[in-house]
């Protein structure tokens, strides 16, 4: 079968709309032609569901700075994060706010017209004394406001854009990457784009869990495209729960809610954050509240029919309040929760919610190949934003910390692949570039056998979250490796019923599942081989951090079987830039 | 548990010469079951080559936007028993081209909202700071920046099926949320790409699009301003 293929050149290319893509693209656009491919039109990316704000040290509402937000970074992450980027992150974030201040992003104001902040889990003042203001925001819409705006500028930048394309292939030659083969979702035709310079930012995959605050298309492409080419996954297994998701149905009520003042309750009405982090109670970092949640419920005192959930209060506040700062809140609690919550708590439990870590990069977001002995950039691949791992969040993300990860690393990302784009002439593709990836779509858009998506996704997701989730024990994550492997066996008898050209979501669901699968078994095989609890990764069989054995990256590799996980390790950056490195110390909030 | 009967446009140019619609029953398995519940029942327990756009489900993507019993909506935000209905029908949005079953081409929407430069435009320096803004100039946005782009505004709106080179409500929205924006000095440029035959004259002030908005904005409070903004430069 002969495949008719249209091949375009670029400096730079994107792949991935969300807030890292495009502060890529538009920084990028501005030295060098730039493309942008994306699997859904920009301003549908997944960045635009983020609620609550961004963190910066701007001290516009307190003294804050930089160095304890750096602090609280690193100790929110159980000091698994590179200190290098957690140096270079915090440090850039007052300006990096500044600058998207400057290009319309409407943050909410102080009265005297400032941007706005407020508290949120994890941030502190002095090195964990108090809780301080330091998440901007725009009402509780800061990533919607902030997508569209980014979306804005990369047009105003010139940004040539692809969307509804969705990448099959990373393309490698001779250890460069140079290139993406897509295909368009809008008539079925076959890209090549050849670039200089790519850019990953393709969003997390936390759609392979049942109760998740994903949107559809967070589905670990980019991680899978990543692996099957030699690439790493780094620190696999480290995935946030949020602890409020509504009752249900997982979507996300932010953080800004206790920010703003609201509290949790058990079923005996009880704020029991004072108990578990008696300094900042319910500010304390995600994964210890969404355990501290789940332990109330296992020790009989969760609520509702079930007593399997637990309650979030935040009608104290007042009506005027709820509505001018969490408006989408109110909207989202009526929706998904049939409860008013000027009047009521919403019923809440933890939701999972984000890829702590991702494809390794340096603080400059190049991608990282490497292992305990050495470890090497790959020449012309950039990655940032939630597929990527440069590592400021480590073993758990402080919240606010995703967007300013995006935008700053999205920024370093464009900066970096626009001068090596000028630098470097294009390496040319290979005789037969894009030959695996066409081989999968053909497979699936021929498959005739008995298994469609609907059940083996739904089996998937039930068994990471019964086996992946807040707790886990080795039995647990082994039994859950073996189903993903039958589910993995069934892929091979798998049907596509739809065989239209266009808009083939049938065929689009399959490829997502067969890489959900790919980054379900990953993960896993990481976080049996991690003999510790840190952070989101929390083991009843090995409950205590154990820095002489584990203070190191995991990274997640193929076999050459394209399909096998082969764990591997890698140093932390212990080092900052500039600053003195805060050592490994007990977690206490 | 209730069943409910979904009417669906139905449209592949692969294989049909003209749309159709086809019948399915679905189960309403919980309260506040919504319209998107529906559709993936269909999509991946009966037929998965129904074909629909969906992302985010909570309503701040814009993607599905859809005709519903006549009414455009998100299905994401949208409880099948608020429809008061058993019979559902499904359309895509009207006044787009279709390019398959409740996908619709939305190009053309994308290229008016591009087309009244949406962005702010500065000719001041920039201070080293933020730009300030008081929060009775940042209130001014309310109302105005929520919009997702869902496009269920201008495909309700009779002048903007009847011309087609009409911007819109919704291009018109967002560019009324640039001009009021306190750091904006682009309004000159703006103001002519609207004061056209095929810009904010062009509205009948038949409100449809503030009965489709899903965010219950007002684009058609925001044409208005634009021509009184437009009237008053005039004098």
Request: proline share 4%; charged share 25%; glycine share 8%.
């Amino acid at each position: 079968m002969s495949v008719k293929i249209e091949y375009h050149k670029f400096d730079v290319v994107v792949v991935g709309a969300g807030g890292a893509g495009l502060n890529a693209a538009q920084v990028a656009s501005q030295y060098c032609k730039t493309a942008v491919i994306s699997e859904v039109y920009p301003t549908r990316s997944h960045t635009i569901s983020a609620q609550g704000g961004i963190s910066a040290a701007l001290g516009n509402l307190e003294e804050d700075h930089w160095h304890w937000h750096m602090y609280d970074t690193v100790k929110g992450s159980d000091y698994l994060c590179d200190q290098d980027a957690a140096e270079y992150m915090t440090k850039q974030a007052p300006e990096m706010i500044i600058a998207l201040e400057h290009i319309g992003l409407p943050f909410s104001r102080t009265p005297e017209g400032k941007i706005a902040q407020r508290p949120f889990g994890g941030h502190t003042a002095e090195f964990g004394k108090r809780a301080v203001k330091r998440a901007c925001y725009a009402a509780d819409r800061t990533g919607h406001a902030m997508l569209q705006t980014l979306y804005e500028k990369s047009v105003a930048q010139g940004t040539h854009f692809y969307s509804e394309f969705y990448a099959l292939e990373l393309l490698v030659n001779d250890g460069a990457v140079n290139g993406v083969l897509c295909f368009d979702i809008q008539n079925g035709e076959l890209h090549i784009f050849n670039a200089k310079a790519v850019v990953f930012a393709t969003g997390g995959n936390c759609r392979i869990f049942q109760t998740n605050s994903n949107a559809h298309i967070n589905t670990g492409d980019g991680l899978a495209l990543a692996m099957r080419k030699g690439f790493s996954w780094s620190d696999a297994e480290f995935f946030q729960f949020h602890p409020t998701g509504i009752y249900g149905a997982g979507n996300l009520i932010t953080e800004g809610v206790r920010g703003e003042g609201g509290i949790l309750l058990n079923a005996q009405g009880e704020r029991f954050m004072e108990r578990y982090a008696p300094t900042i109670k319910d500010l304390a970092p995600r994964d210890i509240v969404s355990r501290s949640m789940t332990k109330e419920v296992l020790e009989g005192r969760g609520v509702g029919q079930f007593k399997d959930h637990t309650l979030l209060k935040i009608d104290h506040i007042g009506a005027a309040n709820i509505m001018e700062k969490l408006p989408g809140i109110h909207e989202l609690a009526l929706v998904f929760a049939g409860v008013d919550c000027t009047k009521e708590p919403i019923p809440v439990n933890p939701t999972a919610h984000y890829q702590n870590g991702g494809i390794p990069t340096g603080y400059l977001s190049q991608v990282i190949k490497g292992n305990m002995e050495k470890e090497e950039f790959v020449p012309g691949f950039f990655a940032a934003g939630e597929c990527a791992s440069a590592s400021v969040h480590g073993a758990n993300r402080l919240g606010t910390n995703s967007l300013l990860d995006l935008v700053v690393f999205g920024r370093t990302a464009g900066e970096q692949a626009a001068k090596y784009a000028m630098a470097n002439s294009i390496v040319s593709l290979k005789d037969d570039a894009g030959s695996e990836g066409l081989a999968n779509l053909q497979k699936y858009a021929n498959a005739n056998g008995k298994y469609t998506f609907g059940e083996i996704w739904g089996e998937l997701t039930r068994t990471m979250q019964t086996k992946m989730g807040v707790f886990r024990t080795e039995k647990l994550m082994k039994e859950c490796y073996s189903t993903l492997l039958e589910l993995e066996a069934k892929m091979d008898d798998y049907r596509v019923n739809d065989k239209s050209s266009v808009y083939n979501l049938d065929l689009i669901e399959a490829l997502e599942l067969n890489n959900m699968i790919l980054v379900a078994k990953a993960c896993t095989q990481a976080a049996i081989l991690r003999k510790e609890s840190r952070g989101g990764h929390f083991r009843d069989d090995y409950p205590d951090r154990d820095d002489v054995n584990f203070l190191k990256h995991t990274e997640v590799y193929l076999e050459e079987d394209c399909k096998t996980p082969r764990v591997d390790y890698r140093k932390v950056r212990l080092q900052p830039l500039t600053v003195e490195t805060f050592p490994p110390k007990a977690r206490v909030y | 548990m209730t069943t409910v009967t979904f009417e669906i446009f139905r449209y592949d140019p692969d294989k049909d010469k003209e749309p159709y619609y086809q019948t399915y029953k679905v189960e309403l398995r919980r309260p506040g079951y919504l319209m998107l519940d529906a559709l993936n029942q269909i999509k991946w327990e009966q037929d998965p080559t129904l074909t629909y756009r969906r992302s985010c489900r909570e309503g701040v993507c814009g993607s599905d936007g859809l005709n519903v019993n006549g009414v455009n909506m998100l299905s994401c935000m949208t409880k099948v028993e608020d429809l008061g209905a058993d019979h559902i029908v499904v359309q895509p949005l009207p006044g787009m081209n279709v390019m398959r079953d409740l996908v619709v081409d939305v190009d053309d929407f994308f290229n008016k909202f591009i087309a009244v430069k949406p962005y702010l435009i500065r000719k001041s320096p920039n201070p080293d700071k933020e730009i300030y803004q008081s929060p009775e100039d940042r209130k001014k946005l309310d109302g105005l920046y929520e919009c997702i782009l869902c496009g269920c505004c201008s495909s309700s709106c009779p002048s903007f099926w009847a011309d087609k080179k009409y911007l819109g409500p919704n291009a018109a929205l967002r560019a009324w949320r640039y001009i009021v924006d306190s750091r904006d000095e682009g309004a000159e440029e703006r103001l002519p790409i609207l004061n056209d035959k095929h810009g904010v004259w062009r509205c009948h002030t038949i409100y449809n699009c503030v009965e489709a908005c899903p965010k219950e904005l007002n684009p058609t409070e925001a044409i208005m301003n634009i021509r009184k903004m437009l009237l008053d430069q005039q004098v």
